[in-house]
Nanobody
Framework: QVQLVESGGGLVQPGGSLRLSCAAS????????MGWHRQAPGKQREFVAT???????NYADSVKGRFTISRDNAENTVYLQMNSLKPEDTAVYYC??????????????????WGQGTQVTVSS
């Protein structure tokens, strides 16, 4: 049904850059809010960034100024450009698609989809 396929993770040195990509099902991409979350070992999954269908963005304080989220509606793909990477950024990064009204009504409670995750390791 709904599928999110991530790519772009890997090993990078501190200060380096990576760009993550998430290709989503065409049936939901253009109308859903897209986002990225991450989970480090021993920690809970945390918010990284989101972008609405209209292009409005939001970032976690920890990545603001370093990461940029964007979307290409024609290609049904969301990106996360990560610059000035730090060891603290090491985590599994997950792509997320959420119905824009999910948090307003229980009718949309199940309209929340996740990718399989891609590992990002920042180390010298």
């Amino acid at each position: 049904q709904v599928q999110l396929v991530e790519s772009g993770g890997g090993l990078v040195q501190p200060g380096g850059s990576l760009r993550l990509s998430c290709a989503a099902s065409a049936s939901i991409f253009s109308s859903y809010t897209m986002g990225w979350h991450r989970q480090a070992p021993g920690k809970q999954r945390e918010f990284v960034a989101t972008i609405t269908s209209g292009g409005s963005t939001n970032y976690a304080d920890s990545v603001k100024g370093r990461f940029t989220i964007s979307r290409d509606n024609a290609e049904n793909t969301v990106y996360l450009q990560m610059n000035s990477l730090k060891p603290e950024d090491t985590a599994v990064y997950y792509c997320n698609a959420e119905h824009p009204r999910r948090r307003l009504s229980w009718l949309y409670a199940d309209k929340d989809y996740w990718g399989q995750g891609t590992q990002v390791t920042v180390s010298s």
